[in-house]
């Protein structure tokens, strides 16, 4: 967290298990931070992923400001009568190779998503760990097409960084792409970085532990009410009391970055939620006084800024650009 190296079991070691490095050899070695501006661009690769002309709006997102090329976009018949779908691309500009993934089309997809997570056993993943079936169903559906143009866009930049990206069920599937990514070993892992918006637990604390382990810059962007961060519910003791690590009950992996305002922009005050319980942090979006809202007649404020990120509908954006 602060790139000091200390003797174990230091005191004053304020890092969490997953974010220290155990060998000694890379002692300096830079750890990752959040980044905004590379935030923003996130997300609005995640919201090309829902448009049906992923080159088109890369252009129309990020106009003369950004090179690139090599886009290869693939469409899946999901359940709820809709899509999965994501695509790859080289940003030149940012030393970048993308993968993005669409998030959720519709409400009807989500709660549909989420009733199955709720309903049907978890699914192994070979890294480690256990993913919720519809996500993991989902991800087969698009990974098979993406992978061998992603890893042949990796091996021919291999001085880029791999950007991996998605919005809600995106995310999802986002994060089982940087594990797999990471795990098979196709480029030096602290190339990854993988950004999310409203991602909901996507496995179990088997997963969430494995994949912390194998992808250092794993960012989750939480904007204040949003819903879906909180789905499919973890394992409390007692509600509010925090999520345990325990069996096959769903737990977040990475470091969410909580932005408590209202109207989120770029410049916006954040958080860097690092407290206990570990990646789930309570002070953050699981605050009982923040996600208690959402039981009242405020509700839609929650679908709303499952919706919203850095002020702009992640899913909508590019139907009006």
């Known amino acids: 967290m602060d790139e000091k190296c200390r003797e174990k079991a230091s005191i ?49 997102a990020f106009g003369s400001s950004e090179s690139f090329q090599s886009v290869t976009q693939v469409f899946k018949a999901c359940p709820s009568k809709a899509f999965c779908s994501g695509f790859t691309a080289v940003l030149h500009t940012s030393k970048a190779v993308v993968v993005a993934f669409r998030g959720s089309e519709n409400f009807k ?112 962007v939480v904007h204040r009410l949003d819903i879906v961060v909180h789905m499919p519910s973890c394992k409390e003791v007692f509600k509010g009391t925090g999520c345990i690590g325990l069996g096959f009950f769903p737990y977040h992996h990475g470091t969410e970055i909580f932005y408590k305002e209202e109207v989120m922009t770029i410049d916006s005050t954040y958080k860097t939620c690092l407290g206990l319980p570990h990646n789930e942090d309570l002070r953050c979006s699981n605050d009982i006084f923040n996600w208690a809202q959402c039981l009242t007649k405020i509700f839609g404020d929650c679908i709303t800024d499952h919706k919203i990120y850095f002020g702009q509908s992640i899913g909508g954006w590019w139907r009006t650009a």
């Open 109 to 220: 997809q989500v709660t549909k998503g989420i009733l199955v997570t709720l309903s049907s056993a978890t699914m192994k993943l070979s890294p480690g760990g256990k993913v919720q079936a519809y996500f993991k169903n989902a991800f087969d559906l698009v990974w098979p097409e993406l992978k061998p143009k992603m890893y042949q866009l990796i091996e021919r930049y291999p001085n880029y960084k791999i950007w991996v990206t998605g919005h809600s069920l995106g995310a999802a599937l986002a994060s089982i792409a940087s594990t797999i990514i990471a795990f098979e070993r196709k480029a030096d892992r602290h190339r990854i970085e993988l950004y999310t918006f409203g991602q909901p637990r996507v496995g179990d604390y088997s997963y969430a532990k494995k994949h912390d382990e194998l992808v250092k810059a794993s960012w989750r």
């Open 12 to 60: 004053f070691n304020k890092c969490s298990i997953t974010q220290n490095i155990k060998d000694s050899r890379k002692c300096g070695q830079k750890i990752p931070k959040y980044e905004p501006q590379k935030a923003y661009k996130m997300m609005r690769l995640s919201g090309v992923a829902y448009s049906n002309n992923a080159q088109k709006f890369l252009t129309k």
